[in-house]
């Protein structure tokens, strides 16, 4: 299982930005999906998360300037980044909770992608 997350990158605040992730290979189903984020010298907090029926959670920093969705049938998550605020910079990272291979249940881990907002 691989996830693949791009859609990072350098913006100004107030600007937006939207995130993707697409896990790929032996699948055979998806609960959680979601992003976490780290910035330097910080620790590694959950963004926003979303089930696999649609149940949404963010962090409150978040709260009404981004959107987590995903398409069940691209096993990919979206992160829609609005109003940007230069303490949104961070690698976020986005990870699937998911049963694999032999129906192994295991959280997989994007690369991490680069969000940086300049003020």
Same mark, same amino acid.
């Given at each position: 299982?691989?996830?693949?997350?791009?859609?990072?990158?350098?913006?100004?605040?107030?600007?937006?930005?939207?995130?993707?992730?697409?896990?790929?290979?032996?699948?055979?189903?998806? *609960?959680?999906?979601?992003?976490?984020?780290?910035?330097?010298?910080?620790?590694?907090?959950?963004?926003?998360?979303?089930?696999?029926?649609?149940?949404?959670?963010?962090?409150?920093?978040?709260?009404?300037?981004?959107?987590?969705?995903?398409? *069940?049938?691209?096993?990919?998550?979206?992160?829609?980044?609005?109003?940007?605020?230069?303490?949104?910079?961070?690698?976020?990272?986005?990870?699937?909770?998911?049963?694999?291979?032999?129906?192994?249940?295991?959280?997989?881990?994007?690369?991490?992608?680069?969000?940086?907002?300049?003020?």
């Amino acid at each position: 299982v691989q996830l693949q997350a791009s859609g990072g990158g350098l913006v100004q605040a107030g600007g937006s930005l939207r995130l993707s992730c697409a896990a790929s290979g032996s699948i055979f189903s998806i *609960n959680a999906m979601g992003w976490y984020r780290q910035a330097p010298g910080k620790q590694r907090e959950l963004v926003a998360s979303i089930t696999s029926i649609g149940n949404t959670r963010y962090v409150e920093s978040v709260k009404g300037r981004f959107t987590i969705s995903r398409d *069940n049938a691209k096993n990919t998550v979206y992160l829609q980044m609005n109003s940007l605020k230069p303490e949104d910079t961070a690698v976020y990272y986005c990870y699937a909770d998911l049963y694999g291979s032999g129906w192994l249940r295991a959280d997989y881990w994007g690369q991490g992608t680069q969000v940086t907002v300049s003020s």
